[in-house]
């Protein structure tokens, strides 16, 4: 089920774990200033699975900078607890949609590092490194290095490195766009069950409808460039047991309901594109 919603402002009564208030973020570039995201809110709260759905261009990858600390906003503010984000911090993992890891560190030395590098012994970080592997199902591949690995193994280890901080929140950059349609199901099926066995907040940004379907508690749609919330959902099918949701009515019904949303602000980047 899909169910409008708003996430300007706190939900569920809770203190929100992600605070976007007011943000925007402006470029410049040769031809002047680009204004990627327009002012808008947003708040997540712990445990919350947040996919963010939106034409190519209107600002979700910078969205995803801004609260990992890579991009400064140029107005508003983000916090995580309350706490202003100023920079990259360790309670934010960050997974990219493809790449990013060492090519010269194994693989468990790879998932290691983040935790080597806040302090913990060695030991200690190859184990919480082993234990995550076994959670991505790659324990046997610990050795290895990550040019030995397919596409979706390398997106495995991205994934248990960024948990190897234990982060607050997991920040996800298309993470398996890059993947064939069987791995990347198998993988949505493995990412819901450590979500669910971790209880960690999630924000996600894919292009597949069904993919955000699949995964999130909650889906916002962005307007084209500049971008903000165009409208945003509550969803409950990642709750579902049943295997074969994706080939519900329901299913079908919500997906029909965000294809029409993006329909016409895909329409809208295109003329931006187009007069650029
Ligand atoms: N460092 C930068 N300098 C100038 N313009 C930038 C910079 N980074 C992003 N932009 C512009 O900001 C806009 C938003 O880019 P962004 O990468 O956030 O879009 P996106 O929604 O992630 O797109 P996609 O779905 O294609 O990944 C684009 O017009 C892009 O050209
Ligand atoms: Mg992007």
Same mark, same amino acid.
């Given at each position: 089920?899909?169910?409008?919603?708003?996430?300007?402002?706190?939900?569920?009564?809770?203190?929100?774990?992600?605070?976007?208030?007011? +943000? %925007?973020k402006?470029?410049?570039?040769?031809? !002047?200033?680009?204004? &990627? $995201? /327009?002012?808008?809110?947003?708040? =997540?709260?712990?445990?919350?699975?947040?996919?963010?759905?939106?034409?190519?261009g209107?600002?979700?990858?910078?969205?995803?900078n801004?609260?990992?600390?890579?991009?400064?906003?140029?107005?508003?503010?983000?916090?995580?607890?309350?706490?202003?984000?100023r920079?990259?911090?360790?309670?934010?993992?960050?997974?990219?949609?493809?790449?990013?890891?060492?090519?010269?560190?194994?693989?468990?030395?790879?998932?290691?590092?983040?935790?080597?590098?806040?302090?913990?012994?060695?030991?200690?970080?190859?184990?919480?490194?082993?234990?995550?592997?076994?959670?991505?199902?790659?324990?046997?591949?610990?050795?290895?290095?990550?040019?030995? +690995? %397919?596409?979706?193994?390398?997106?495995?280890? !991205?994934?248990?490195? &960024? $948990? /190897?901080?234990?982060?607050?929140? =997991?920040?996800?950059?298309?993470?398996?766009?890059?993947?064939?349609?069987?791995?990347?199901?198998?993988?949505?099926?493995?990412?819901?069950?450590?979500?669910?066995?971790?209880?960690k907040?999630?924000?996600?940004?894919?292009?597949?409808?069904?993919?955000?379907?699949?995964?999130?508690?909650?889906?916002?749609?962005?307007?084209?460039?500049?971008?903000?919330?165009?409208?945003?959902?509550?969803?409950?099918f990642?709750?579902?047991?049943?295997?074969?949701?994706?080939?519900?009515?329901e299913?079908?019904?919500?997906?029909?309901?965000?294809?029409?949303?993006?329909?016409?602000?895909?329409?809208?980047?295109?003329?931006?594109?187009?007069?650029e």
């Amino acid at each position: 089920m899909l169910v409008p919603t708003s996430l300007e402002t706190s939900h569920a009564g809770q203190r929100p774990k992600l605070e976007i208030r007011g +943000l %925007s973020k402006a470029f410049s570039s040769p031809s !002047g200033p680009v204004q &990627a $995201l /327009a002012p808008f809110s947003l708040c =997540l709260n712990k445990g919350d699975f947040l996919c963010v759905v939106g034409p190519s261009g209107c600002g979700k990858t910078t969205l995803l900078n801004v609260v990992a600390g890579f991009e400064t906003p140029t107005t508003g503010t983000a916090t995580l607890d309350g706490k202003l984000i100023r920079g990259p911090g360790a309670e934010r993992g960050v997974v990219f949609q493809q790449g990013a890891l060492f090519n010269w560190m194994s693989v468990l030395e790879n998932v290691a590092f983040g935790p080597r590098s806040c302090g913990i012994n060695a030991a200690e970080a190859r184990g919480r490194a082993m234990e995550l592997l076994e959670l991505v199902g790659l324990g046997a591949f610990a050795a290895k290095y990550p040019y030995q +690995l %397919s596409g979706g193994m390398q997106q495995r280890v !991205g994934i248990a490195r &960024a $948990l /190897a901080n234990d982060p607050d929140i =997991l920040l996800m950059d298309e993470p398996f766009a890059a993947l064939d349609q069987q791995t990347r199901e198998l993988l949505q099926e493995e990412i819901r069950r450590i979500w669910k066995t971790t209880g960690k907040t999630v924000m996600w940004i894919t292009h597949s409808i069904e993919e955000a379907l699949f995964l999130a508690t909650h889906i916002i749609v962005m307007t084209s460039r500049p971008g903000r919330t165009k409208a945003a959902f509550t969803s409950s099918f990642t709750h579902s047991d049943d295997p074969y949701i994706a080939s519900s009515p329901e299913f079908a019904a919500a997906k029909r309901v965000i294809v029409g949303l993006l329909r016409s602000e895909a329409k809208e980047a295109q003329r931006l594109e187009v007069a650029e």
